[in-house]
């Protein structure tokens, strides 16, 4: 997902600022998708057409200043995602990410999306935010991890392989 618009909310900043001055930090807890396509406004409060709402399947810390989120969405709903948003654990819709005219990806219901969105978080009080994984944590942000150690694996058990068939060729020859 490029060239779209990543706009945060005045009611969600408003919640980050008045969480941070009671000394706790905002969740967010969920990602949302809608069918529309257009330019965010930092006066929404809700997507203008959302279809599904999912938690968080998965985050790392890219820095202090940029999370990276994952989430799945599955079942049997059918939509051209236009529209992104992300939630508090309030419900208050943080920010919303879109473009006019560009469809984001389609969700069909055959079988499910999954998706990874970088937050840059400098337009926010600084440790204002956190993020609160849903219960069925995927690790969708280490699949390039694992497929690398998987590979790994693989490589060291055919050496393995490889150096035991040498020794039994030896034995025999002896």
Do not use: C
């Not at 009671?22 to 930092?42: D, E, L, M, R, W």
Request: charged fraction near 20%; proline fraction near 3%; charge should be negative.
């Amino acid at each position: 997902m490029s060239d779209g618009i990543l706009q945060y909310t005045n009611v969600g900043l408003d919640e980050l600022i008045s969480a941070k001055g009671q000394g706790i930090q905002g969740k967010i807890t969920h990602v949302a998708a809608g069918t529309q396509k257009y330019t965010p406004s930092s006066l929404q409060t809700a997507l203008r057409d959302e279809r599904q709402r999912v938690a968080i399947a998965d985050y790392e810390d890219m820095s202090s200043r940029e999370l990276r989120i994952a989430a799945r969405f599955d079942g049997d709903l059918e939509y051209e995602v236009g529209e992104v948003g992300f939630f508090l654990e309030s419900g208050t819709l943080l920010a919303v990410y879109s473009s006019p005219g560009t469809t984001l990806t389609y969700k069909s219901p055959s079988s499910h999306w999954l998706q990874r969105f970088t937050l840059d978080l400098s337009p926010l009080p600084t440790d204002s935010v956190t993020v609160v994984v849903g219960v069925e944590n995927v690790n969708l942000l280490l699949a390039d991890e694992l497929a690398d150690i998987s590979a790994a694996t693989i490589g060291n058990m055919a050496r393995h392989v490889d150096m035991l068939f040498r020794v039994m060729d030896l034995e025999k020859a002896r």
